[in-house]
């Protein structure tokens, strides 16, 4: 089946530094990605749908100059916490889209728990 | 606009008995509908879905899920709990044509033993 994995599964960093987290489709290509935050025993809350080689689209309320995405191929997305502060720290999920399988069906990525000091 | 609203945030179940989590979704057009389950610290994992034709939905794990349209809904259901069952249950609905899929808050089911 469609396999997403993200990199790192765990990071820790100091509040000011920036952090970049991979998204990768393992075997099929992704033209659409999406990068969800989830807080403790909360629902996952989507931040922005990433577009292979276009500009991401941004939910309300997510500032896109904090949470950089990039989508340089069919098979990874990035996603960069700049000036990271405490209140990132959260549950970082990004899906893909099967474009193949013809479906709206996402699969997920494990996550990414950040937590800035 | 889509939305999902799903019953009860915690649900207790014993060992062997029916499982049921409740979904009631809202969309301005078809819907496609699914149930997800995470376990502590992982990501989602697709039990089943709903996209079209048969509305009773068998995913894995023994899970089932029907959905009435006259109804908005979409119920989780399992015959038997199971203690592995034990985990947080999304809910939710895409199809709105920008391939966004919403969530639900959440269910958290317990199994006792």
């Known amino acids: 089946g469609a396999v997403v994995s993200q990199h790192p599964s765990w990071v820790i960093c100091k509040s000011g530094t920036s952090v970049k987290i991979e998204c990768r489709s393992l075997?099929?290509?992704?033209?659409?990605m999406f990068w969800y935050r989830q807080f403790p025993k909360q629902s996952l809350m989507l931040m922005a749908t990433?577009?292979?080689?276009?500009?991401?689209?941004?939910e309300q309320g997510v500032e896109k100059d904090k949470f950089l995405i990039n989508h340089a191929s069919l098979t990874l997305s990035t996603l960069t916490v700049t000036s990271a502060h405490p209140e990132d720290s959260s549950f970082y999920i990004c899906?893909?889209?099967?474009?193949?399988?013809?479906?709206?069906?996402?699969?997920f990525g494990p996550g990414t728990r950040l937590t800035v000091t | 606009a889509q939305s999902v609203t799903q019953l009860g945030s915690h649900v207790s179940v014993s060992e062997g008995a029916l499982v049921l989590l409740r979904c009631n979704y809202s969309?301005?057009?078809?819907?496609?509908l699914f149930w997800y389950v995470q376990y502590p610290n992982q990501g989602l994992q697709l039990l089943l879905k709903?996209?079209?034709?048969?509305?009773l939905v068998k995913g894995i794990n023994g899970f089932e899920a029907e959905f009435k349209k006259s109804e908005t809904s979409f119920h989780l259901t399992k015959p038997s709990a199971h203690m592995s069952d034990a985990a947080e249950y999304f809910c939710?609905?895409?199809?709105?044509?920008?391939?966004?899929?919403?969530f639900g808050a959440g269910t958290r089911l317990f199994v006792k033993a």
């Open positions: 899906s893909a889209r099967d474009q193949g399988a013809g479906s709206y069906e996402q699969y």
């Open positions: 075997d099929f290509q992704a033209t659409t």
């Open positions: 990433s577009n292979e080689g276009s500009k991401a689209t941004y």
């Open positions: 969309s301005s057009v078809p819907p496609y």
């Open positions: 709903y996209t079209t034709g048969a509305t």
């Open positions: 939710a609905v895409s199809g709105d044509g920008g391939f966004k899929t919403i």
